[in-house]
């Protein structure tokens, strides 16, 4: 059977960033599973598109990111909903930083680790 995921690459990238704006690339690759590259690619895709800021740390040595919450999504489904109403859904707002709780008991706090493909029974 395919493994696959509800969320894009970039989507879960994102959950991370909202979790931890301080995070690391290398911490959204083990998160996600992937390599630093291609977690530099999402990084760079979101940056781009101008749904994260990058900004350095007050030492000049690490990033941090700012979500951009207000914007919209690139594709709608019924009516046009922003990267902020996702978010409040995904990742625990108390947990994040800047935001207040706006909806307690809709929230999930953490996305699981993608497992590897699932071995079949012979």
């Known amino acids: ?11 879960r990238a994102l959950v991370c960033i909202a979790h931890d704006p301080g995070v690391r690339l290398r911490d959204i690759a083990a998160e996600l599973g992937i390599t630093e590259r291609s977690a530099y690619a999402i990084v760079t895709d979101l940056t781009a598109a101008g749904y994260v800021v ?16 207000h914007l919209p999504l690139p594709e709608t489904i019924g ?5 902020g109403e996702v978010l409040d859904v995904l990742v625990d707002s108390a947990r994040r930083p800047g935001r207040r709780a ?17 071995k079949r029974a012979r």
């Open 1 to 11: 059977m395919t493994e696959w995921s509800f969320l894009t690459n970039h989507a």
């Open 79 to 83: 009516r046009e909903r922003t990267v």
């Open 54 to 69: 990058k900004d350095k740390d007050t030492d000049g040595r690490r990033n941090r990111y700012q979500i951009q919450s």
């Open 102 to 118: 706006s909806r307690a008991n809709a929230t999930v706090t953490a996305l699981p680790p993608r497992a590897g493909p699932a």
